[in-house]
T-cell receptor, first 109, second 114 residues
Framework: GQNIDQPTEMTATEGAIVQINCTYQ??????LFWYQQHAGEAPTFLSY??LDGLEEKGRFSSFLSRSKGYSYLLLKELQMKDSASYLC??????????WGAGTKLIIKP | GAVVSQHPSRVICKSGTSVKIECRSL??????MFWYRQFPKQSLMLMAT?????????EQGVEKDKFLINHASLTLSTLTVTSAHPEDSSFYIC??????????FGQGTRLTVV
């Protein structure tokens, strides 16, 4: 079957760096997405990786290793507003998005 | 980035009535839109893929007669929850993409059936 694994919850301190990991086993691979979702709101697109390596976008970076079925989202200079759930999603060979359950990130002052 | 607008953001309806949710792509044409349902503290569950000018493709276990999807134009898809029941109360979200990147979501609709 298809599966996306990410930690359920993580806690970090304001100003610090946090890395949220995502591992996947899917039938085919056509890209990996990271989304941010605040409570009660729809997800917001953060990043899209289809080739191996690191994509940097401001305070957020996303890394992909297709051979390992692994990605991480790196958040730097954490702010209180970064408290949210972070969803990892993989597009499979049928171009369907397979979603992880999300990682709830708690930022403490 | 691209903008997807979903309306209404919140709706409360009586059991047995129908509710229509609209999803519009404001600055691009979307041949395909996706409808999701999300339960509290759970991830997104794809309900159906809405294709402009043709019938929607429903995921296994989703009742097509209960969740009616219409995609009449390249900028508008609608989801109608028919004969709503309290168990249909949920957060419904649409998304639309440009090219191969399905990356933009509507604001979501919180449906409460009383």
């Amino acid at each position: 079957g298809q599966n996306i694994d990410q930690p359920t919850e993580m806690t970090a301190t304001e100003g610090a760096i946090v890395q949220i990991n995502c591992t996947y086993q899917t039938s085919g691979f056509n890209g990996l997405f990271w989304y941010q979702q605040h409570a009660g709101e729809a997800p917001t697109f953060l990043s899209y990786n289809v080739l191996d390596g690191l994509e940097e976008k401001g305070r957020f970076s996303s890394f992909l290793s297709r051979s390992k079925g692994y990605s991480y989202l790196l958040l730097k200079e954490l702010q209180m507003k970064d408290s949210a759930s972070y969803l990892c999603a993989v597009r499979d060979s049928n171009y369907q998005l397979i979603w992880g359950a999300g990682t709830k990130l708690i930022i403490k002052p | 980035g691209a903008v997807v607008s979903q309306h209404p953001s919140r709706v409360i309806c009586k059991s047995g009535t129908s509710v229509k949710i609209e999803c519009r792509s404001l600055d691009f044409q979307a041949t395909t839109m996706f409808w999701y349902r999300q339960f509290p503290k759970q991830s997104l569950m794809l309900m159906a893929t809405s294709n402009e000018g043709s019938k929607a493709t429903y995921e296994q276990g989703v009742e097509k007669d209960k969740f009616l999807i219409n995609h009449a134009s390249l900028t508008l898809s609608t989801l109608t929850v028919t004969s709503a029941h309290p168990e249909d109360s949920s957060f419904y979200i649409c998304s639309a993409g440009q090219g191969v990147t399905e990356a933009f979501f509507g604001q979501g609709t919180r449906l409460t059936v009383v």
